[in-house]
Nanobody
Framework: QVQLVESGGGLVQAGGSLRLSCAASGRTFSMYVMGWFRQAPGKEREFGAAISLSGGSTYYADSVKGRFTISRDNAKNTVDLQMNSLKPEDTAVYYC????????????WGKGTLVTVSS
């Protein structure tokens, strides 16, 4: 069982930056591929970024590639999402998730943190 708690959301102007963090409980954090997903108002949840067990490989949706950076610290059980050059269309609830079977479905989800980008 893994519990995930996101933090760092808020209001930012277009072109600005935010850093999201996800804290995971449990001693098996390093056994999960970690990801960030987002759900904009009125839209389905979509993939944003993922990072491999060791952090050596990262994966990004085209919509965030080059602007967002995912990282993890297995000693601290955290995974972060650095978001730069934010756009109004990045406004969404951002969810941290963990998968034991990547690229299979995510097994655990956080409750989300809201990011609002004003124009």
């Amino acid at each position: 069982q893994v519990q995930l708690v996101e933090s760092g959301g808020g209001l930012v102007q277009a072109g600005g930056s935010l850093r999201l963090s996800c804290a995971a409980s449990g001693r098996t954090f390093s056994m999960y591929v970690m990801g960030w997903f987002r759900q904009a108002p009125g839209k389905e949840r979509e993939f944003g970024a993922a990072i491999s067990l060791s952090g050596g490989s990262t994966y990004y949706a085209d919509s965030v590639k080059g602007r967002f950076t995912i990282s993890r610290d297995n000693a601290k059980n955290t995974v972060d999402l650095q978001m730069n050059s934010l756009k109004p269309e990045d406004t969404a609830v951002y969810y941290c998730a963990a998968s034991h079977t990547w690229p299979g479905p995510m097994d655990y989800w956080g409750k989300g943190t809201l990011v609002t980008v004003s124009s």
